[in-house]
């Protein structure tokens, strides 16, 4: 890369780094990708789903530059002080598979994109907390379609719920959640209590129209840890 190209992408790199950092205490590779142009947002949702084989795939710019741009990264955060903290990325879907950040998958360059760099401003349990937050695997979402008209890539069955998977669709059942029991939305301390006695949970959105965005509609959790919330409330009373 040329020295003058080279300092376009430092400087744009620092302003996406620092803008990520005064937001969060904390900055990762993703949020300089999409600070830079490179990555759509919403690309990172649909990999974050499950959806793409890796992330390098899906950034708009060759790899020469994808693989300049972490360098100048890590330099600045050395240059910050800020404190490096690996974290485990898994796929939002049932069977929670690690994600895979680059095209060849080595495991030195899986693990530089994993890593968060926290703000040393940050007391330490401070900053236990965030890297637990930041490391908890995301919430489950399935979806309540607008019609029926769908059909599951797995059994070629259909229903009211599904979750999405890569090759498309899929019913509860095949993504191994037909268990579940539906909680709806409204009650917070029922739901609060039954999602934390439920191993397993899933959050359920339906797409409003009116709003043109996704809104949530309930838990789906395990049956006995419904049981046990609602017991746990009418002792409370």
């Given at each position: 890369m040329q020295p003058h190209n080279r300092k376009k992408l430092h400087d744009r790199v620092t302003k996406a780094a620092e803008a990520a950092l005064a937001a969060r205490k904390y900055v990762n590779s993703i949020d300089v990708l999409v600070g830079?142009?490179?990555?759509?947002?919403?690309?990172v949702k649909r990999w974050r789903q499950g959806q793409l084989d890796c992330l390098e795939g899906a950034v708009?710019?060759?790899?020469p530059r994808i693989s300049e741009a972490p360098k100048l990264f890590r330099s600045w955060a050395g240059a910050k002080g800020l404190i490096p903290r690996e974290t485990h990325y898994v796929a939002q879907t049932p069977s929670r598979p690690t994600l895979r950040f680059s095209k060849s998958g080595n495991p030195t360059i899986e693990q530089l994109y994993?890593?968060?760099?926290?703000?040393?401003?940050?007391?330490?349990?401070?900053?236990?907390?965030l890297a637990e937050k930041v490391s908890r695997a995301p919430e489950l979402i399935v979806?309540?379609?607008?019609?029926?008209?769908?059909?599951?890539?797995?059994?070629?069955?259909?229903?009211?719920?599904?979750?999405?998977?890569?090759?498309?669709?899929?019913?509860?059942?095949c993504a191994g959640l037909g268990d579940l029991e539906f909680l709806p939305a409204g009650d917070a301390l029922l739901t609060r209590r039954a999602k934390a006695k439920s191993p397993r949970h899933a959050v359920v959105v339906r797409f409003s129209k009116s709003r043109r965005r996704y809104e949530r509609q309930g838990l789906l959790v395990e049956p006995l840890a419904f049981a046990e919330a609602q017991r746990g409330l009418v002792h409370d009373d």
């Amino acid at each position: 890369m040329q020295p003058h190209n080279r300092k376009k992408l430092h400087d744009r790199v620092t302003k996406a780094a620092e803008a990520a950092l005064a937001a969060r205490k904390y900055v990762n590779s993703i949020d300089v990708l999409v600070g830079i142009g490179w990555l759509d947002p919403g690309t990172v949702k649909r990999w974050r789903q499950g959806q793409l084989d890796c992330l390098e795939g899906a950034v708009q710019t060759n790899l020469p530059r994808i693989s300049e741009a972490p360098k100048l990264f890590r330099s600045w955060a050395g240059a910050k002080g800020l404190i490096p903290r690996e974290t485990h990325y898994v796929a939002q879907t049932p069977s929670r598979p690690t994600l895979r950040f680059s095209k060849s998958g080595n495991p030195t360059i899986e693990q530089l994109y994993r890593t968060h760099w926290i703000s040393h401003e940050l007391t330490e349990s401070k900053r236990e907390r965030l890297a637990e937050k930041v490391s908890r695997a995301p919430e489950l979402i399935v979806v309540r379609p607008l019609h029926d008209s769908w059909t599951c890539h797995r059994c070629g069955g259909t229903g009211g719920l599904l979750i999405m998977e890569n090759p498309g669709p899929a019913c509860l059942t095949c993504a191994g959640l037909g268990d579940l029991e539906f909680l709806p939305a409204g009650d917070a301390l029922l739901t609060r209590r039954a999602k934390a006695k439920s191993p397993r949970h899933a959050v359920v959105v339906r797409f409003s129209k009116s709003r043109r965005r996704y809104e949530r509609q309930g838990l789906l959790v395990e049956p006995l840890a419904f049981a046990e919330a609602q017991r746990g409330l009418v002792h409370d009373d």
